[in-house]
């Protein structure tokens, strides 16, 4: 076993409490890139089991935190157990992470069975009517899918306003009451916060399935990539990290792209690979290269964060799947729409554990726009 890991399982039965809280913060970094049958994850999973029980409320809450990236079965007792800790804090803690671990699961299951089906479905207008059929028919069903989405987020918004609203003045005035417990106040407020998480997925979504008009014209890549750069370092997401992006792009590489489009998909990568980073951020910067190949340019945004695993690479680019406690499983689907849907493009995922990340995007030098 790796010095470093030790170091951590040690961390983890310090009889110091603020040494095991900060150790179970590293632990929850190593979960969310492991794998069920990692041993280092299960001695891991072990440990946070125990400290389920731990006397500090503070420690009990990091570790309900931490089974939000752990979607090992082992660990539903102990989460179980923290849905009924006599501390509020805690409990409101095990039950986002049961929520978070429930969705993630359903949304990879169900995704994967709605994709595989709607393939088939293209796969046999394709063999009867040509690949012209097959993106006709695909066209379409976006359309009618994004007009739904459209009714749909406008009518849950509409329910929601109001109810944030409530939530805000009955967390007000709850706190005007002297005599009334805190918890009440804290519960008015986790209200609230459950309301804006919802507006956020619901925000990400309708951005998802806008269809803006696209104007296509021969742009530079490199300053495309800069535009993407300077917005990814400008996020608050990115800002506590301060990862550097190296690029090295000539500046003859030109691409027929939608700039917009393009720009915002890239920023999406650029800063998932900045929170692939820890906090602290990392000497070695992202790296944006690019070459030509035939009647295509190829570009590599490569990371050295904490890589993931096989089962989250492959989910990574599912809609609604994501590992980050606030993230809300948009932003890498999007950008594959844009560079794939919109440009005819391709994207591709290479990924290690504990090495870093690579995205690879081949985007074609020039196309006709499609009418």
């Known amino acids: 076993m790796a010095t470093e890991d030790a170091d951590l399982l040690a961390a983890l039965e310090s009889p110091d409490w603020t040494v095991a809280l ?25 440990i946070l089991s125990r400290l389920a029980s731990h006397p500090k409320w503070e420690v009990r809450r990091a570790v309900a935190n931490a089974a939000t990236h752990a979607p090992h079965a082992t660990f539903e007792e102990a ?19 049961a929520l978070r671990r429930r969705d ?16 088939a479905t293209l796969d046999t207008i394709q063999s009867r009517f040509g690949m012209a059929g097959r993106e006709a028919v695909k066209r379409a069903a976006e359309q009618m899918a994004n007009t ?7 009518e849950v918004i509409r329910l929601l306003t109001p109810l944030a609203a409530s939530a805000e003045r009955l967390r007000d005035a709850l706190l005007e009451q002297p005599n009334l417990p805190v918890a009440l106040a804290e519960e008015a407020d986790g209200i609230g916060r459950r309301v804006h998480r919802i507006r956020t997925t619901l925000d990400a979504m309708r951005v998802y399935n806008q269809q803006p008009t696209l104007t296509f014209q021969s742009e530079s890549l490199k300053e495309i990539v800069q535009e993407a750069a300077n917005v990814a370092q400008e996020s608050d997401r990115n800002e506590s990290r301060g990862v550097s992006i190296a ?12 700039r917009t489009r393009l720009v915002q998909a890239l920023t999406n990568i650029l800063v998932n690979a900045a929170e692939a980073y820890p906090d602290d951020a990392a000497a070695r ?11 295509l340019i190829r570009m590599t945004i490569r990371d050295s964060g904490c890589g993931m695993s096989e089962e989250n690479q492959r989910d ?18 999007l950008a594959v729409k844009i560079v794939e849907s919109e440009h005819g493009g391709r994207l591709r995922l290479e990924s290690a554990k504990g090495l870093g990340t690579s995205v690879n995007i081949w985007l074609p030098t020039y196309r006709e726009v499609r009418r």
């Open 22 to 46: 900060e150790a179970v913060a590293r632990a929850e970094s190593e979960l969310r890139n492991s794998i069920v049958g990692d041993p280092l994850a299960e001695l891991v999973i072990g």
């Open 104 to 119: 993630s699961r359903n949304a990879s299951s169900l995704g994967k069975q709605h994709e595989e089906r709607i393939n």
């Open 148 to 154: 739904h989405a459209r009714e749909l987020y406008h």
């Open 285 to 295: 910067p992202i790296e944006v290269t690019a070459s030509a190949e035939e009647r």
């Open 79 to 97: 989460l179980t157990k923290l849905a009924r800790d006599d501390n509020q804090r805690v409990r409101q803690a095990a039950e986002h992470a």
């Open 316 to 333: 990574a680019l599912t809609l609604f799947s994501t590992s980050k406690a606030t993230g809300t499983g948009f932003g890498l689907p």
């Open 247 to 258: 690029i090295h792009i000539p500046s003859s590489a030109v691409v027929e792209v939608s």
